[in-house]
């Protein structure tokens, strides 16, 4: 694959061009007023965007908008300002990325802009059917907060079941062997699949 080049997305088209790929991927329109109150990276290969995530950095959460309010009486988690607080939103990898080890690098980068974002709190939602997300989380070592069909308001729209947890941004830097690991178990997964069609 050519040089991979990593870019803050700034311009309405390309926002829009992102927010597709999420469409597309997840199932899952994000507001565009929600995607441009972010910092939305895009991952480019030849001017194409092959990958990208979004990062909140401030309130209000989707994730915590969507867990029933019954549920966030019953854990001081919720009593932290959110200011603390971010999540990250709108993560793909677009089917073009089969390298394990491109795969490393994009989460990588991530991980180094969740760290230089300094906030103490990592707010993580999934689709609770998604065993792939929840294993990527799991690296995390993550405390669940709800897992359950979401609290929507009108107008917005989620998976069927979510499931919210968070981790801090100390833990991402902590369990670092953890990702390596991961990437040793993807390079042997390829290896073995190159060879079976060999």
């Given amino acids: 694959m050519e040089k991979i080049e990593y870019k803050t997305l700034t311009k309405l088209q390309d926002i829009k061009v992102f927010l597709a790929k999420i469409l597309n991927y997840t199932g899952v329109e994000l507001p565009m007023a929600y995607a441009e109150s972010s910092k939305i990276v895009g991952i480019f ?33 919720f009593k932290i300002d959110q200011y603390e607080m971010m999540e990250v939103n709108g993560l793909w990898i677009g089917a073009s990325v089969k390298s394990p080890k491109l795969q490393f690098d994009i989460w990588l980068h991530l991980i180094f802009d969740i760290f230089q974002s ?13 065993k792939n997300i929840e294993h990527l989380h799991s690296l995390t070592n993550p405390q669940l907060l709800y897992e359950g069909a979401p609290n929507l308001v ?14 801090t941004r100390w833990k991402l830097v902590l ?24």
């Fill in 154 to 167: 009108n107008g917005s729209n989620s998976y069927s079941n979510i499931r919210v947890a968070y981790t």
């Fill in 118 to 130: 300094k906030k103490k709190y990592l707010l993580l939602m999934s689709n609770s059917h998604n």
């Fill in 175 to 198: 369990n670092l062997y953890k990702y390596w690991q991961e990437l040793r178990r993807r390079q042997r997964r390829s290896h073995r699949e190159t060879r079976v069609l060999s």
């Fill in 45 to 77: 290969s030849q001017d194409k965007m092959i990958a990208g995530y979004m990062l909140v950095t401030k309130p209000s959460f989707r994730s915590l908008l969507f867990i029933p309010d019954r549920a966030k009486k019953s854990q001081k988690f």
